[in-house]
Nanobody, 119 residues
Framework: QVQLVESGGGLVQAGGSLRLSCAAS????????MGWYRQAPGKQRELVAT???????NYADSVKGRFTISRDNAKNALYLQMNNLKPEDTAVYSC?????????????WGQGTQVTVSS
């Protein structure tokens, strides 16, 4: 079982920065692929960025060059540095852990943190 708790959301003006954190409990964090996802009101949840257990990263085109995903396996923590924020980045941001237990892939989600970018 993995529990994920996000923090770091808030209200920021366009052009500003925020750093989201996702604290994970359990012993499988270092072996899990991790990702940040977001859901804006009235829209479907979308992928923001992912990072493999080996540190390979992938970003949505809309955030490339502005957002950076990283992880600290020693701290069981996932981060999302968000720079040059835009009003369209407003959403609830959630982290996800994907773990292969040898039988199937299991997904674990956090509860989300609100990011609001004012124009």
């Amino acid at each position: 079982q993995v529990q994920l708790v996000e923090s770091g959301g808030g209200l920021v003006q366009a052009g500003g920065s925020l750093r989201l954190s996702c604290a994970a409990s359990g012993s499988i964090f270092s072996r899990s692929a991790m990702g940040w996802y977001r859901q804006a009101p009235g829209k479907q949840r979308e992928l923001v960025a992912t990072i493999t257990s080996g540190g390979m990263t992938n970003y949505a085109d809309s955030v490339k060059g502005r957002f950076t995903i990283s992880r600290d396996n020693a701290k069981n923590a996932l981060y999302l540095q968000m720079n040059n924020l835009k009003p369209e980045d407003t959403a609830v941001y959630s982290c996800k852990a994907t773990y292969n237990n040898g039988i199937a892939l299991r997904d674990y989600w956090g509860q989300g943190t609100q990011v609001t970018v004012s124009s």
